[in-house]
């Protein structure tokens, strides 16, 4: 074995989950601030494959990625699920020689992975949320001095998830934050539900930001994005609450406005961005963007999964053409589980037990859960779901499934 002997960290697991939903960095879109990091990993190692990974509940998501062609996997299956379970940076020389991940899927299947080093990306309460990785198809030498700067560039990754905790405005385009944005957002949706007034949701990505990029430099790039803000703002009214969530990606809180209204605004904006004309060198670069509206209602009566549904209408948008608004509307089947928010590691247990997948728990009650896996393909309508933080064992009956979603009801 040609890895590093270090000590296991012996973490539970829920507060190890509950460092990483601090962070809200699961599911957002590519940022340079990210690929900037993986970028110089790939060219300091001299590797083909980097990325930054973070290990929820059931798998493994890649914010940032080169050479890599997927952006999750099962938590099974990610050598850096080994990796956050140590104190020290993963090494491992010759992955063929190392009993604990020769037989692994990325090890004896594509990318045939022969190198990895790992370094954990380690939040301030001392809980490994994720790694900076670097990765070979051949086997490789990695010294001491090639560790430091592996870390050194891993705490970049973290310097930057502690600054995003703190801000409150993003510094390109003077929106709120995305932690700051889903705080107002809450506070809207609280007097929404205390007065009984409505209250939507608009989620707006710019198409194809990562071409304008590539054809004329990031700095082009950021003026997109400011100019797009300041379009934005021009078109809201004070009391609405305006932030940048991802990348490329915008949110807008609208309160006191239905789903109709809330249409009115998006086609608003949309049209405006689409007037932008933005000189780059000695050409114009125009942009587009599309757009997802969704409404407050009884069945979503939190911010995480209100945001959900609009990002849902943002890519019917995108999938039927972009450069478009639709809004939200729930898919003919049983009613929503309404749940409390919660962020657990779980199992789906079937055929007696002997067929178990991985999921994450991201709601729970009384009488039912929301649950997240790769895919839902293959999952019984009925199965026993475990959770082994609080000792939980419930059978469930599947009310709903999307893509990488199941609401299920307890009984």
């Known amino acids: 074995m040609e890895s590093a002997s270090s000590h296991v960290e012996e973490v539970h697991e829920d507060e190890r989950l509950a460092a990483l939903d601090r962070y809200d960095v699961l599911d957002t879109t590519p940022e340079e601030a990210f690929d900037r990091v993986t970028r110089m990993a790939q060219k300091i190692f001299r590797v083909p494959m980097s990325a930054v990974s973070f290990v929820d509940g059931h798998r493994q998501w890649l914010k940032s990625r080169h050479g890599v062609s997927y952006v999750e996997s099962k938590r099974c299956d990610a050598i850096c699920d ?79 998830l502690d600054l995003r905790l703190i801000a409150s405005t993003d510094h390109l385009t003077g929106a709120l934050s995305r932690r700051n944005f889903k705080e107002e957002a809450e506070r809207a949706k609280l007097l929404a539900l205390r007065h009984g007034h409505s209250l939507s949701c608009i989620i707006f990505d710019l198409d194809h930001l990562k071409k304008i990029n590539d054809a004329h430099g990031h700095g082009t790039g950021d003026l997109v ?20 969530i991802g990348g490329e990606e915008f949110g807008v809180i609208l309160p006191h406005t239905a789903a109709a209204s809330a249409n009115e605004v998006a086609e608003k904006i949309r ?10 060198a000695n050409d114009s670069v125009r942009v587009t963007a599309s757009f997802g509206i969704a409404e407050l209602d009884g069945a979503a009566p939190d911010i995480d999964e209100l945001l959900r549904r609009a990002d849902e209408a943002l890519y019917a948008s995108k999938n ?56 839902t393909e293959g999952v019984p309508d009925r199965f026993k779901l475990r959770i082994n933080s609080n000792d939980t064992s419930r059978f469930c009956l599947v009310r709903a499934k999307r893509s990488n979603r199941l609401d299920v009801a307890f009984g």
């Open 225 to 244: 994005l400011r100019r797009t803000a300041d379009a934005c703002r021009s078109a809201l009214r004070k009391s609405d609450v305006f932030g940048r």
């Open 320 to 375: 039927s053409g972009r450069n478009r608004c639709s809004e939200w509307r729930p898919a003919v089947s049983a009613p929503a589980t309404v749940t409390g928010k919660v962020f657990k590691a779980g199992q789906i247990a079937f055929n007696r037990g002997s067929s178990v997948i991985d999921c994450t728990v991201r709601g729970l009650s009384d009488t039912g859960a929301i649950l997240d896996v790769i895919s």
């Open 271 to 280: 049209r405006a961005i689409a007037s932008l004309c933005i000189s780059a």
């Open 82 to 160: 080994i990796a956050i379970k140590q104190t020290e940076p993963l090494i491992i020389c010759d992955t063929t020689k190392d009993a604990r991940v020769a037989e692994n899927n990325f090890v004896v299947r594509e990318p045939y992975l022969r190198f990895y080093a790992g370094a954990q990306l380690r939040s301030h309460q001392g809980y490994n949320v994720g790694t900076l990785c670097v990765m070979d198809t051949e086997p490789r030498k990695f010294g001491v001095e090639q560790t430091s700067i592996l870390v050194d560039l891993a705490n970049l990754i973290v310097a930057e």
